[in-house]
């Protein structure tokens, strides 16, 4: 829904093919993509990637303001295993994760491409091979976003409460993950109720400060999950607050995708560094 929704409110002004039928149907299916990559059938990829769909930011933010680049948040961790031995285990990087660092590769991929379609169609040539890596690279970092705009991808409180401190009785029983994004989602929640809150195209300058903006605001909402739930918000057909708050989210992730692949776009006229 959240791919969909990203390419239906694409301004104008992106590349034709973008706008097609068939690139919003590709998009779409894609959304999944990297979630069929974690079956036990592919045990090196399903162990490679895993991570890359969560950061918990409780125990990333101990290495203070996060670094731009992949391995140099490594490295951080690794330090900051050393001067802290009493949380060494919950601080390796395939525990913590590494969510931002993936929706931000992959947008650079998208960059990559659209510049290459650009520069194939100032020569007249053929970008069929170039636009099914555009949508591929769409739809593959579609993937991410959206995980971003669910909270319990940014938490420890991924799958139950599981901080020792719990005075509002918030459930510890893992299932709530599941029953939010997936079972509370497709059985109530349809595209239409998303996109009057999709809007206009907000201009990204930096695309990993947005993204972090984005997932630090998701990081808010964590408890909000458990308050909802809670009160039954997420159970059958739930609460106007448990549907509000899921239609919320959805179009956060809809809007930050949308926002990115234009941002990728308009970069992408921008001549590569020598």
Known sequence: MINRLAMENLPSDVPAFLKTPEAIAEVEYLGPEPDRWRSPAEPELNAAQAPDHFIDFEYADVTGMLPRRRYDYIAALTAAEITHPDKAAELQPARVGFQPYIASEVWERLKAAMRQYRDLSAKHEDTKPVEAAIL?????????????????????NYNGWVLRENPNGYTTEPGLHAKFETTFVAANIKSAEVQPLVGGVKPIGDEWGAYMAYLRHSQTLIEKVYQIDKQKGFDGAGTPEGKQFA??????GAVMLRDMIYAAWVESGSPAPA
Do not use: K, N
């Not at 239609?247 to 956060?252: E, M, N």
């Open 247 to 252: 239609i919320q989210c959805l179009a956060a």
């Open 136 to 156: 591929f690279y769409a739809g593959w970092l579609g993937h991410y976003v959206g995980d971003g705009s669910q909270p319990m991808h940014v938490s420890i």
